[in-house]
């Protein structure tokens, strides 16, 4: 098992662009969850997947944040016309839900510059 | 909604033990994890607590008092590797994780 992968690791975009990230997850979990991490704070909870159904999306998000897991494995993260504000590491962790602890495997991240 | 609380920076002397201290709110709940993030790195799971009482882990010690909405994190023999954020997480209905800020704990010889 490779553990949770997320590309690209790094992207550095100008203002008004899009962007996409994905994430590949340990491959029996079944929920995939998205958070955003800024310096200093802890991960802010963006969205997550039970399967390829979306269970909860932040009310924090704009519009111009998407999300899918079209089969049920792999997810993408979508930002719309990027702003500076959403500079941050993007963060995406995979569990499986029958399991005692549920634990949250994270994987590296992926880090948004937005000029 | 969740609410969790915990404090931002702690300092510690090597060999010393450390509490930090987690408290939260949530409208279900599904277990209260305890992860570890270095700098510059993702996160890592250290402990997860579902029932009352004291799980230990080698050096790692987590407590959960679920009527009083209270969990604490118990490090033992400091060492200089363990500085490091360390972040309250629970898990609420639908098994939805939240996490706190993180505390920023620095052990210092």
């Known amino acids: 098992d490779t553990g949770v992968s997320q590309d690209p690791r790094h992207k550095i975009t100008k203002r008004g662009q899009n962007v996409t990230f994905r994430c590949d997850p340990i491959?029996?979990?079944?929920?995939l969850y998205w958070y955003r991490q800024t310096l200093g704070q802890g991960p802010e909870f963006l969205t997550y997947?039970?399967?390829?159904?979306?269970?909860?999306k932040s009310r924090l998000l704009s519009d111009r944040f998407s999300a899918e897991r079209p089969k049920g494995s792999f997810s993408t993260l979508e930002i719309q016309r990027t702003e500076q504000g959403d500079s941050a590491m993007y963060l995406c962790?995979?569990?499986?839900?029958?399991?005692?602890?549920?634990?949250?495997?994270f994987g590296e991240g992926s880090r948004l510059t937005v000029l | 909604g969740q609410n969790i609380d915990q404090p931002t920076e702690m300092t510690a002397t090597e060999g010393a033990i450390v509490q930090i201290n987690c408290t939260y709110q949530?409208?279900?709940?599904?277990?209260l994890f305890w992860y570890q993030q270095h700098a510059g790195e993702a996160p890592t799971f250290l402990s997860y607590?579902?029932?009352?009482g004291l799980e230990e882990k080698g050096r790692f010690s987590s407590f959960l008092s679920r009527s009083k909405g209270y969990s604490y994190l118990l490090l033992k023999e400091l060492q200089m590797k363990d500085s490091a954020s360390y972040l309250c997480?629970?898990?609420?209905?639908?098994?939805?994780?939240?996490f706190g800020i993180g505390t920023k704990l620095q052990v210092i010889p």
């Open positions: 962790a995979s569990s499986l839900v029958v399991q005692p602890t549920g634990e949250l495997f």
């Open positions: 997480a629970v898990s609420g209905g639908y098994q939805k994780v939240t």
């Open positions: 997947f039970q399967n390829e159904a979306q269970l909860e």
């Open positions: 491959s029996e979990h079944n929920r």
């Open positions: 607590n579902v029932l009352d």
């Open positions: 949530t409208s279900g709940f599904n277990g």
